[in-house]
C-alpha cells in the first residue's frame, strides 16, 4: 500500500486579506452554516497543506469558494496562508496549515468563522481562526496554544479540529485532537482568539473528531477515536453532556477511526457513520473487511444502544458496485447529507486508494441512501474520474476520494457531493456534483484544479474539505 509521502514544489503566490471592525455585541449568531459572506449560500474550504508558501516548503494554505445558484465557481474564492495579511503567524517549512479545518460562527456576528488547524507549526501545532464577514473570510487570530511543547500535531490531520456547542449554553466551543493530550475551547469568542476558558480533556492522544446529535437533545455528542494496544481497531467512546458535566458512553464492539453523524433512518436521533478501512491482515482492524468497511450505530433519546446491530456496508455487500481488496481503505473518508431531498441522510464513502485497472490508487467515492430502515444499498453509486460526466481520467496516485463532503451550496434543497483528489496531477484538484431527486448526478459536474484556484505551487489540494 502507497504511503503519503510530502513532495516540495514551487512557490506560491498568496493572497491579501483585510482586517474587518470587531462586530456589534448583539449581532445574532450565523443562520447558514458554513456561510462565510451572510449571503445565504453555504461556502467551501479545501485545504492544502503541503503547499508551499515563498520559499517555506509544506507551509500550507486554504481555499476557500463561495456558494452560489449555480455552486462554487473559481471566480468567487479567496485564498488564505500565515503569511496572508491580518493572518497570525508566518508561514514556515512544515506547518502544514489547513492540516485540519472546521466552521462555525464563533464571534456571534453572523457569519461563520473558519477554524485552520497547522498541526506542523513549530514541532507543537496551532490553530487559527479566519473571521467571516460581508465581504468574506478576512483577518484572523490564533487560539490559545497549549502549555506542552511535546504535545505535537495539535491541531490533527483531516478531522482534527471540530466546533459545536458541546454544553449547550448557546455559544459554539472548539476541541482540538493531539499526539499527547486533546484541547477544549469553550466559548464564546473574542475578536482576539480568547475563549471563556480552556484546556485538556480526558482522552490523551486522538487524531480524529467526530461530532452531532446522537441523542436528539440538540446538543453534539463528541467521538475522539484512536487505537490501542487492546482495542486496535479503533476506541469508541462518546462524551454526552448532561446538563452539568460531560459523561462517556463506551460503544465497546464498535470500530473505526473516522466518522460522521446524521439522522440515516429520519427517526430525530443522529445515526453515527465509522469508517473501519484498516485491512483484517495488517492486523490493525481484527474485525474488520478486506478493503474496508463501514458500520452504522443509530442513535436514540439515550444515544446509541451498544448491544445493537449495526448496518454493515463493504465493497462485498450485495450491492455495492466494487469487490474489496487489500489497501483500498474504503472508509477512510466518509461525510453524510441528504443528496436527494428525501428528509434521511444519506452517506458518502471515499476508497482513495482503490485501483481502478492499471491506475493504482486511482481513488472512488461511493454514495448510499438513507430510508426509514436505516442505510440501503438500494440505488447505490460508486464514482470515479473514469465514470461517464465526471471531469478528468482516473490516473494512478489520483487518490479521487481523499476527502468527501456532502454539502448543500446552491441552497435548492438537496446535498451536492464535493470529492477531493489530492494526487491529481501531483497537486491535487475538487470534484462538484449535483444533488438530484433522483440522487448525485454527474450532469453538470465541475472540476477544480489547484492551477484553477491560483494555488500555483499546490501540493495536498483537496486533502481537506472543511465541515
Given at each position: ?9 514551487a ?23 458554513y ?14 497543506p ?78 487559527t ?50 499526539q ?11 475578536r ?26 440538540g ?6 477515536t484512536?487505537?490501542t ?6 476506541v ?8 452539568t458535566?460531560?459523561?462517556?458512553t ?9 466518522g ?8 430525530g ?13 495488517t ?15 443509530y442513535g436514540?433519546p439515550?444515544g ?27 472508509g ?23 485501483d ?13 441512501y ?14 470515479s474520474?473514469?465514470?461517464a460526466?465526471v ?5 494512478k ?28 496531477n ?42
Open positions: 500500500m502507497r504511503q503519503r509521502t510530502p513532495l516540495l514544489v512557490a506560491l503566490t498568496t493572497g491579501l486579506l483585510t482586517a474587518l471592525p470587531a462586530p456589534a455585541a448583539q449581532a445574532a449568531p450565523a443562520k447558514v452554516t456561510d462565510f459572506n451572510g449571503d445565504g449560500y453555504r461556502d467551501l474550504a479545501i485545504g492544502a503541503c503547499t508551499d508558501v515563498g520559499s517555506a516548503s509544506c507551509a500550507g494554505a486554504v481555499v476557500v469558494m463561495y456558494g452560489s445558484s449555480s455552486g462554487v465557481s473559481a471566480a468567487k474564492k479567496t485564498l488564505v496562508t500565515q503569511n496572508s495579511a491580518g493572518i497570525p503567524g508566518t508561514a514556515e517549512a512544515g506547518d502544514t496549515f489547513g492540516g485540519s479545518l472546521a466552521v462555525g460562527d464563533l464571534d456571534r456576528d453572523g457569519y461563520a468563522d473558519l477554524v485552520v488547524g497547522a498541526p506542523g507549526e513549530n514541532g507543537v501545532g496551532a490553530a481562526v479566519v473571521w467571516g464577514g460581508r465581504s468574506g473570510l478576512s483577518g484572523g487570530a490564533s487560539l490559545p496554544q497549549p502549555s506542552a511543547s511535546s504535545l505535537g500535531r495539535y491541531g490533527g490531520y483531516s478531522q482534527g479540529v471540530a466546533v459545536g456547542d458541546f454544553d449547550g449554553d448557546g455559544a459554539l466551543d472548539v476541541t482540538l485532537s493531539g499527547t493530550a486533546t484541547h477544549f475551547h469553550r466559548g464564546p469568542f473574542t482576539t482568539g480568547t475563549p471563556k476558558s480552556h484546556g485538556s480533556i480526558d482522552e490523551g492522544a486522538t487524531s480524529e473528531i467526530v461530532t452531532g446529535d446522537l441523542t436528539g437533545d446538543v453534539p455528542e463528541r467521538i475522539y484512536y487505537s494496544s487492546s482495542d486496535k481497531g479503533g469508541v467512546r462518546y462524551h454526552h453532556w448532561n446538563g458535566k460531560d459523561t462517556t463506551l460503544l465497546p464492539d464498535a470500530d473505526g477511526t473516522t460522521s453523524i446524521a439522522d440515516v433512518n429520519g427517526d436521533y443522529g445515526d453515527l457513520v465509522l469508517g473501519d478501512y484498516e485491512d483484517p491482515s492486523g490493525n482492524s481484527p474485525h474488520g473487511h478486506e478493503g474496508g468497511r463501514i458500520t452504522v450505530w436514540g439515550d446509541p444502544d451498544p448491544a445493537q446491530t449495526p448496518t454493515v456496508v463493504h465493497q462485498d455487500t450485495a450491492g455495492v458496485p466494487g469487490g474489496g481488496e487489500t489497501g483500498d481503505r474504503f477512510a473518508t466518509l461525510s453524510t447529507g441528504d443528496v436527494n431531498g428525501d428528509g434521511y441522510a444519506d452517506v458518502a464513502v471515499g476508497a482513495p486508494f482503490e481502478l485497472g492499471a491506475a493504482r490508487d486511482a481513488g472512488t467515492v461511493t454514495v448510499l438513507g430510508s426509514a430502515s436505516g442505510l440501503t444499498t438500494k440505488g447505490v453509486k460508486t464514482y474520474q473514469d465514470t460526466g471531469p478528468g481520467t482516473a490516473e496516485w489520483d487518490d479521487f476520494g481523499s476527502a468527501v463532503r456532502l454539502v448543500d451550496l446552491n441552497k435548492d434543497g438537496r446535498a451536492e457531493l464535493v470529492a477531493g483528489a489530492d494526487g491529481e501531483g497537486t491535487g484538484g475538487v470534484w462538484t456534483l449535483r444533488g438530484t431527486a433522483g440522487g448525485t448526478t454527474t450532469t453538470g459536474a465541475k472540476s477544480f484544479t489547484a492551477s484553477d484556484v491560483s494555488l500555483s505551487s499546490a501540493m495536498n489540494f483537496g486533502l481537506v474539505i472543511a465541515r
